[in-house]
């Protein structure tokens, strides 16, 4: 049986007692990150990675549907980098075997060269690439 988790990102304010967050259709409020703006990037196939974007803009949601547990990387870079030291845009996620994992950053995350995403066996900032486990779908703009 899959599992569905859902992860909303909140400012350090929520976390502390103040809560931010809110729900709203952005069809009928749209702001800065309307869905209109946004491009959604979605694997074809189980993969171990996925370029989501080539060039500068910003990462909005991650969904992962993996068949393995592992952490899933996410990389300011325009490639995937090989195995080995790589930057990260967000803290490795930790994901179950047969889940899928959606992550809405409250704050889109920003990058300069692109951005990249796979799934690795170490949560550190060492990549160590594993099979292709996963289904990738990120909206960027």
């Known amino acids: 049986m899959k599992k569905l988790i ?9 976390v502390f007692g103040q809560s931010n967050v809110k729900i709203v259709n952005p ?4 702001g ?3 869905l209109a703006a946004q491009t959604t990037v979605t694997s074809t ?10 060039g500068a803009g910003w990462i909005v949601t ?6 393995a547990a592992e952490y899933i990387l996410v990389m300011p870079t325009a490639t995937v980098p090989a195995d080995g030291p790589v930057p990260l845009l967000f803290p490795p996620i930790k994901v179950a075997a047969n ?12 990058f300069a060269a692109g951005v990249s995403v796979c799934n690795s ?15 990738f779908t990120g909206q960027v703009r």
Not at 62 to 67: A, E, G, P, Q, R
């Open 6 to 14: 859902l992860i909303l990102l909140a400012s350090a304010s929520a």
């Open 62 to 67: 991650l969904t992962v549907t993996d068949t």
């Open 99 to 110: 889940t899928t994992t959606m992550i809405i950053f409250q704050a889109p995350i920003s």
């Open 32 to 34: 800065l990150f309307a």
């Open 121 to 135: 066996s170490t949560g550190t900032f060492t990549k160590t690439i594993g099979g292709a486990t996963c289904i």
């Open 45 to 54: 196939a189980l993969e171990a990675s996925h370029v989501l974007k080539v």
């Open 27 to 30: 069809a009928t409020q749209p």
